[in-house]
């Protein structure tokens, strides 16, 4: 009789998605930038041995796949969001994440609108749909995140006057 998948099992299977199937990266590369002996991290990537937490951040930082961060945030009112990179500025930063959010916006209505043109939604529709969704508000959180960047110096000094209209960007 076969046991059901833990969750680590889970997570392993996702890491092996990411790096076996898709090829994002190569095992024997990730397990090098991890610090690991490639023996220790293929255990871990098959499921036989569960990874760590501190194993699990480091992955994230060498293999930044929000898939990652969705499976450990599952079932709860979390949602992962990426911050800016180092290198970019607030304003670009904000930029790219308008963008995204108005594509995502689009497609959600594009994938809205030909479910009632349809008259239904299908499964792999509706699947679609929610990762719109998702992505959507993966950009409007990096938009929140940029915008005390975009904010004028007064702002962010904390000048804004007791009873002015404008409101101070936290």
Do not use: W
């Not at 940029?146 to 702002?155: C, D, Q």
């Amino acid at each position: 009789m076969r046991k059901a998948p833990s969750h680590g099992d889970e997570f392993a299977t996702l890491v092996r998605q990411i790096l076996v199937i898709e090829k994002r990266r190569s095992i024997r590369d990730v397990a090098a930038s991890l610090g690991m002996e490639y023996a220790n991290f293929h255990a871990r990537v098959c499921g036989r041995v569960s990874f760590k937490a501190g194993e699990i951040n480091q992955l994230i930082r060498e293999v930044p796949d929000p898939r990652l961060c969705d499976f450990l945030l599952r079932d709860t009112p979390y949602l992962a969001v990426p911050g800016l990179r180092p290198t970019e500025a607030s304003n670009e930063g904000a930029l790219r994440a308008a963008i995204r959010l108005a594509g995502e916006s689009l497609a959600t209505i594009e994938q809205i609108s030909d479910s009632l043109v349809e008259g239904q939604l299908e499964p792999a529709g509706y699947e679609q749909l929610v990762e719109h969704v998702r992505e959507a508000e993966r950009a409007v959180g990096t938009l929140r995140a940029a915008l005390p960047g975009l904010a004028p110096r007064k702002f962010r000094l904390g000048e804004v006057r007791a009873g002015s209209s404008a409101m101070a960007v936290q």
